[in-house]
T-cell receptor, first 111, second 111 residues
């Protein structure tokens, strides 16, 4: 029973272009959504989040969009930079004790 | 500031041998503590979480166990490792809310 799906295991984008990472979930009880970024052999680090009362949150080059009716979440990175190359996990939450992580999308930004 | 320490960074163990991974958090009290695993080709799977000393919740049935002997110490153990226990193990903590911070991880290879 996979509550969180990131259907694109990998994404390749040219530097300067927009990267769009998608996440779908099934549990309508999720009320807070986080994105984490992970480099190889390191722990994930928090990137950006959004509450279910909003449909958009922006932080510099990173914007997260939430479509509750479609149970869909997306992360936009613009402009993409080579240092953005990493694995990105979406992580919804429905209580304050634990997060449910998606399978991740590996983003590669090439020059 | 809070920091989380996890060790060892890498570990190679034979099948049937015991396991002990340790995690400690500094700079906070009464944190929520978590053990996650990232297996090859899969997302981050929550294994255990703890809201206090001696309080352990197991998310999935498995060959592993967890203990919290002190407020800021979380230990992941196994009496006999299986090949399927190989993966990248991450300790994490949170204080309030869903945002959690991860340690640097332990790469476990069971041979």
């Amino acid at each position: 029973d996979q509550q969180v799906k990131q259907n694109s295991p990998s994404l390749s984008v040219q530097e300067g272009r927009i990267s769009i990472l998608n996440c779908d979930y099934t549990n309508s009880m999720f009320d807070y959504f986080l994105w984490y970024k992970k480099y190889p052999a390191e722990g994930p680090t928090f990137l950006i989040s959004i509450s279910s009362i909003k449909d958009k949150n922006e932080d510099g080059r990173f914007t997260v969009f939430l479509n509750k009716s479609a149970k869909h979440l997306s992360l936009h990175i613009v402009p993409s930079q080579p240092g953005d190359s990493a694995v990105y996990f979406c992580a919804p939450s429905y209580n304050t004790d634990k997060l449910i992580f998606g399978t991740g999308t590996r983003l590669q930004v090439f020059p | 500031s809070q920091t989380i320490h996890q060790w060892p960074a890498t570990l190679v163990q034979p099948v049937g041998s015991p396991l002990s991974l340790e995690c400690t958090v500094e700079g906070t009290s009464n944190p929520n503590l978590y053990w996650y695993r990232q297996a090859a080709g899969r997302g981050l799977q929550l294994l255990f979480y703890s809201v206090g000393i001696g309080q352990i919740s197991s998310e999935v049935p498995q060959n592993l166990s967890a203990s919290r002997p002190q407020d800021r110490q979380f230990i992941l153990s196994s009496k006999k490792l299986l090949l399927s226990d190989s993966g990248f193990y991450l300790c994490a903590w949170s204080r309030q809310g869903p945002l959690i911070a991860f340690g640097s991880g332990t790469r476990l290879t069971v041979v």
